[in-house]
């Protein structure tokens, strides 16, 4: 069992006016149910505009401070809108559900293994 | 009988693709699998010359790797993870427990369609098939698509860790997969046939060497899927294309056009075979844009001269192909038989629609249907243009030998350029 993340690409600025988000939100569900049914899911969740981001910088020698700025990492015309983490055994099966969230949105989507098998992070509940 | 070295590398070449496939099923990765049979082939090198060649080298090879892994684990291990490992060695080979797959079940076939994987870009897709299921060795792979071998190294190294860490599974794709995937792994052998036949860039026109071994991988993908006709259409196109080599290039080198072949230089064996194929394939009527192209080819070749060719049906052809495959390339060859059928002009209006600029095959067809209509400045310019264009030796000194016939007879014929 291996972990993905799936990362949402969306461009800069509001939604385009004639985009349905509700129709865009039923159809993502319809994924994430999906998702579950085959005991995958792990967690998702759109993120807000990336002008609320605060990026940090801090050298590893415990002494300077933290450089804070205002706005994201990187300037692109593209950033981080959305995520998904799941769980599967099937690299295809992620890729067939990572082209279903393609297509829901509309927007390019990257999916990317985390290092190593089984759960990456701390997951107190599995304990 | 004595078994040279010659021998060896051929069962090496032959046999490396099934016997890292197995192992790769045994062991679950890609390194240990091939570390383990190129370690078989070397105590091969040192015991065949000794004890002769075993009566069936690619089982020898298997065994004497798995063995050799084991110990290698052994060796290398840890504790825990010998036991684990230890465990996939000696499970049963027979696939229980695992999930339903495809109907195939020859190893190399999940060899093949786990290097074509559409997650890894088409150059990794083509080192990996090529190493892997063809046995060349990285430097060979280097060579043949002239990058340093450090690069291709890299990309090898790349691809496989893409494939642990990622998870690319060794499998089959199920059936509603099939199309599209098998679609990927034809590309990537037509891909090394091509370059095999043209090279982009070099001294020498082809590199006969990769053309074969594309050929020699057609061959077993029909063998693994002889119910896929664009297998087969594949493969048929391959061998038509490969039969015409030994008049393509003249003493000297330099490019023959089709037009201009001695067609008694074909190869006849190819030719029968390539035709077989055709036939065979469009029985089953599921003509798809290989089988078409190899049938297109095949009209080609039943004509005993250029004059003979029966361009009607090669239109027609063309047609077929361009409802499933409707790109500029498919329409540029096709108004090269227009030509042929309704003369040079109706041919050069075709050209114009097309956006294809900067694309040598196109100049070289303008070129050559402004020569036939006398228009010489003109076609000068085109075939300048389109060695200009070409990195291939052979190919642009021939592009610029036209290019210099056109200009004197614009000269003669007192045209200004």
Known sequence: MKTYLISLFS?????????????????????????????????????????????????RDGVADAVLTDGPFAEAKEHLGGLTILRSDDYDVVLGWAERIAGATGLPVEVRPFQGDGDPGQAPTDQ | ????????????????????????R??????????????AFTVAVERWPRDGMPPSPAGWIITTARRRAIDRLRREATREARHTEALALHAPDDGSGLPEEGPVRDERLRLVFTCCHPALSREAQIALTLRLLGGLTTPEIAHAF????????????????KIRSAGIPYRVPRDEDLPARLASVLAVLYLVFTEGHTATAGADLGRPDLAAEAIRLARVLVELMPDEPEAAGLLALML????????????????????????????????????????????????????????INAVHTDARTAAETDWSQVVALYDHLLRLAPTDVVRLNRAVAVAELDGPQAALALLDRLDLDGYVALHVVRAELLGRLARWPESAAEWDRAAGLSDNGPESRHLLARAARAAGAAARTGDRR
């Not at chain 2, 002239?146 to 860790?161: D, G, H």
């Open chain 2, 146 to 161: 002239l990058v340093p071998e450090s690069t291709m190294a890299q990309r090898i190294v790349r691809a496989k860790s």
């Open chain 2, 26 to 39: 045994a062991l679950g990765d890609i390194d240990l699998a091939e570390d383990a049979v190129q370690d």
């Open chain 2, 240 to 295: 038509l294309t490969e039969a015409r080599r030994p008049a393509r290039t003249d003493a000297a080198g330099e490019l023959v056009v089709l037009a201009e072949q001695d067609r008694s230089l074909w190869d006849r064996a190819l030719v029968d075979e390539g035709q077989a194929l055709v036939h065979r394939c469009l029985r089953r009527g599921a003509p798809g844009p290989y089988q078409l192209q190899a049938a």
């Open chain 1, 11 to 59: 461009p800069d600025g509001p939604p385009p006016e004639d985009l349905d988000l509700t129709t865009v939100m039923a159809d993502l569900e319809v994924v994430n149910a999906d998702i579950r049914a085959a005991g995958g899911w792990v967690f998702a969740g759109g993120l807000a505009d990336q002008a609320s981001a605060t990026t940090i910088r801090r050298p």
């Open chain 2, 1 to 24: 009988m004595t078994v040279s070295g010659a021998d060896i590398a051929r069962v090496f070449r032959a046999e490396h693709g099934r016997a890292v496939s197995v192992l790769i």
